[in-house]
């Protein structure tokens, strides 16, 4: 095989290489569900879907929602949309959160059912010291979020996307004491919930399995390329 060849087929095999490797670390993919047949009803409804995508450090981040599932409820209304975010809550959203745009939100009233579900996309682009982080609240009818198990009471879901990889947290409902239309310091009440639950289940890229699928038959078509130059060659 002359070294023509051969630098051909080594650069072939490198790109290969390096495909599966973007493939592996760019973007990462989760299907969430949520219990939500204890809002139904509620007295603090109307409610609404609420995502932020704030940015840490690094270059940025970003995040895709949708596939949304609706069991016996809906999304209602029109978006409301701050920073980069785009789209609706009941197609599909997108945000994106770099050092020019630091905060993004998108939030949309829903009509409860008995569950939700929806997909989420990130990318993974490495981060410093600070992570970038995309949240998952339920806001109540003044658009404060309702009490969780986070440490801070404010998300049902978090994805901290670090120079590591992603960190996932599912949270659930919990008891807090509000009010109708959300001001405590009038006719406070407690509202239960707990039977708010998430569960998060991560999920194979299907683009990134392409990407892999194609970068794997680059590696095989080289080291065919190469056995025939040997084989001629000899």
Same mark, same amino acid.
């Given at each position: 095989?002359?070294?023509?060849?051969?630098?051909?087929?080594?650069?072939?095999?490198?790109?290969?290489?390096?495909?599966?490797?973007?493939?592996?670390?760019?973007?990462?993919q989760y299907h969430v569900?949520?219990?939500?047949?204890?809002?139904?009803?509620?007295?603090?409804?109307?409610?609404?879907?609420?995502f932020q995508l704030n940015?840490?450090?690094?270059?940025?981040?970003?995040?895709?929602?949708?596939?949304?599932?609706?069991?016996?409820?809906?999304?209602?209304?029109?978006?409301?949309?701050?920073?980069?975010?785009?789209?609706?809550?009941?197609?599909?959203?997108?945000?994106?959160?770099?050092?020019?745009?630091?905060?993004?939100?998108?939030?949309?009233?829903?009509?409860?059912?008995?569950?939700?579900?929806?997909?989420?996309?990130?990318?993974?682009?490495? #981060? /410093?010291?600070?992570?970038? !982080?995309? $949240? %998952?609240?339920?806001?109540?009818? &003044? @658009?404060?979020?309702?009490?969780? *198990?986070?440490?801070?009471?404010?998300?049902?879901?978090?994805?901290?996307? #670090? /120079?590591?990889?992603?960190? !996932?947290? $599912? %949270?659930?409902?919990?008891?807090? &004491? @509000?009010?109708?239309?959300?001001? *405590?310091?009038?006719?406070?009440?407690?509202?239960?919930?707990?039977g708010v639950t998430v569960?998060?289940?991560? !999920?194979?890229?299907?683009?990134?399995?392409?990407?892999?699928?194609?970068?794997?038959?680059?590696?095989?078509?080289?080291?065919?390329?190469?056995?025939?130059?040997?084989?001629?060659?000899?």
């Open positions: 095989m002359n070294k023509q060849r051969l630098t051909t087929t080594v650069g072939v095999l490198a790109s290969a290489c390096a495909l599966l490797n973007a493939s592996a670390i760019q973007a990462a569900d949520v219990n939500t047949s204890p809002l139904i009803g509620n007295i603090n409804g109307p409610f609404y879907l609420d940015f840490g450090s690094g270059s940025g981040n970003s995040a895709t929602i949708n596939n949304f599932t609706y069991s016996s409820g809906a999304s209602t209304g029109v978006p409301t949309l701050f920073g980069t975010a785009s789209g609706d809550l009941s197609s599909s959203a997108s945000l994106w959160a770099d050092g020019t745009n630091p905060f993004n939100e998108i939030f949309q009233g829903f009509t409860p059912g008995s569950s939700l579900g929806f997909n989420i996309s990130l990318s993974s682009n490495p #981060t /410093g010291v600070t992570p970038d !982080v995309l $949240a %998952f609240a339920i806001l109540d009818s &003044s @658009t404060f979020q309702i009490p969780t *198990t986070d440490p801070l009471g404010l998300s049902l879901a978090q994805w901290d996307i #670090t /120079g590591t990889g992603i960190s !996932v947290n $599912a %949270f659930s409902g919990t008891t807090g &004491s @509000t009010s109708v239309g959300g001001f *405590t310091t009038f006719s406070p009440i407690t509202v239960d919930y707990s569960t998060i289940t991560a !999920v194979p890229e299907a683009s990134t399995s392409m990407v892999g699928f194609a970068a794997l038959g680059m590696i095989a078509t080289g080291i065919y390329r190469a056995r025939r130059s040997v084989k001629q060659t000899a």
